[in-house]
């Protein structure tokens, strides 16, 4: 069974300090790495991809990619109460199936 | 307007109706997924299609049945509703290369 694993949280974290979101994921051959943002109620939406080792910066977003750790990561800096929400890590497995870790819950503290 | 669409928004139906889901994109995207999200539970595949006329089955598929005739369309149909199948539905549509794009959802509640 592929699997992808967050810890769900609450995180709670202050207002303009950096919120960090890790994800493992199961299976090595996995070659793509999405973060998703879901607020209560809405549809998941995307944040980042994240294809090859290293980071990956959009704005105040870092995706951190370790695949020979198997693992993923999204750091948020200057974190603002608006980035309060669930974040969601998924995995694209070989065979073009998309699956979801149960995501995390990320409070900002104002 | 481009994008993908799902119906209906919200039902209530009774244990052991046939009740179908239906999502539409307009992208011509190749892959289309439904996913089912519960508290504690996260979004849970419950099938996926690569192509018009190919579908598998995910980690949550008994108690459902897809089609894919058309490309732009995937629907979802529960054969005989259970109210273990209450729940917050999502379609979703990706490329290839892609990432998963996904629908506004449909809140099934069934009594």
């Known amino acids: 069974q592929k699997e992808v694993e967050q810890n769900s949280g609450p995180l709670s974290v202050p207002e303009g300090a950096i919120a960090s979101l890790n994800c493992t994921y199961s299976d090595r051959g996995s070659q793509s790495f999405f973060w998703y943002r879901q607020y209560s109620g809405k549809s998941p939406e995307l944040i980042m991809s994240i294809y090859s080792n290293g980071d990956k910066e959009d704005g105040r977003f870092t995706a951190q990619l370790n695949k020979a750790s198997q693992y993923v990561s999204l750091l948020i800096r200057d974190s603002q109460p608006s980035d309060s929400a669930t974040y969601l890590c998924?995995?694209?497995?070989?065979?073009?199936?998309?699956?979801f870790g149960k995501g995390t819950r990320l409070h900002i503290l104002p | 307007d481009a994008g993908i669409t799902q119906s209906p928004r919200y039902k209530i139906t009774e244990t052991g109706r046939q009740v179908t889901l239906m999502c539409h994109q307009t992208w011509s995207h190749s892959y289309m997924f439904w996913y089912r999200q519960d508290l504690g539970h996260g979004l849970r595949l419950i099938y996926y299609s690569a192509a018009a006329d190919i579908t598998d089955k995910g980690e949550v598929s008994d108690g459902y049945v897809v089609s894919r005739s058309k490309t732009e369309n995937f629907p979802l149909t529960l054969e005989s509703a259970t109210r273990s199948q209450t729940s917050v539905y999502f379609c979703a549509s990706s490329d290839r290369d892609s990432t998963a794009y996904f629908g506004e959802g449909s809140w099934l509640t069934v009594v």
């Open positions: 998924a995995v694209k497995w070989l065979n073009d199936k998309i699956i």
